[in-house]
């Protein structure tokens, strides 16, 4: 007798690696979205909880795995190229708030009624 539990054969672990990586994503750089409205993350949530499984499902699953290793890659130039070399903003920390605030669009004063 074989334990399902922990098989890594089904869509469940497709679900639990996006559900992972969103989880930790929003640990350490959610602080950065503080002014994105709260529909944007979750339906960015939903559509890679569709994606991703979708995507195993037709095409197999290192191809979704694949796409996810993939999706790294712009998060990597952005940050790493274009915000400190073409904004003057620390990719990592966001700073200065007041130029990532004008790069995002967001208006500086967080106090405004």
Same mark, same amino acid.
């Given at each position: 007798?074989?334990?399902?539990?922990?098989?890594?054969?089904?869509?469940?672990?497709?679900?639990?690696?996006?559900?992972?990586?969103?989880?930790?994503?929003?640990?350490?750089?959610?602080?950065?979205?503080?002014?994105?409205?709260?529909?944007? /993350?979750?339906? *960015?949530? &939903?559509?890679?909880?569709?994606?991703? #499984?979708?995507?195993?499902? @037709?095409?197999? !699953?290192?191809?979704?795995?694949?796409?996810?290793?993939?999706?790294?890659?712009?998060?990597?130039?952005?940050?790493?190229?274009?915000? /400190?070399?073409? *904004?003057? &903003?620390?990719?990592?920390?966001?700073? #200065?708030?007041?130029?990532? @605030?004008?790069? !995002?669009?967001?208006?500086?004063?967080?106090?405004?009624?």
């Amino acid at each position: 007798m074989s334990c399902k539990m922990w098989s890594t054969e089904t869509l469940w672990f497709e679900v639990a690696v996006v559900s992972m990586i969103f989880a930790v994503g929003n640990i350490f750089f959610g602080h950065f979205e503080e002014r994105t409205p709260r529909w944007r /993350p979750i339906l *960015k949530y &939903i559509l890679a909880l569709i994606i991703v #499984p979708m995507l195993s499902v @037709y095409a197999g !699953r290192a191809v979704s795995m694949g796409l996810l290793a993939l999706m790294t890659l712009p998060v990597l130039y952005i940050h790493g190229y274009y915000l /400190p070399r073409k *904004k003057g &903003i620390n990719g990592w920390t966001g700073e #200065p708030k007041g130029r990532y @605030y004008d790069f !995002r669009g967001w208006d500086k004063n967080i106090f405004k009624e």
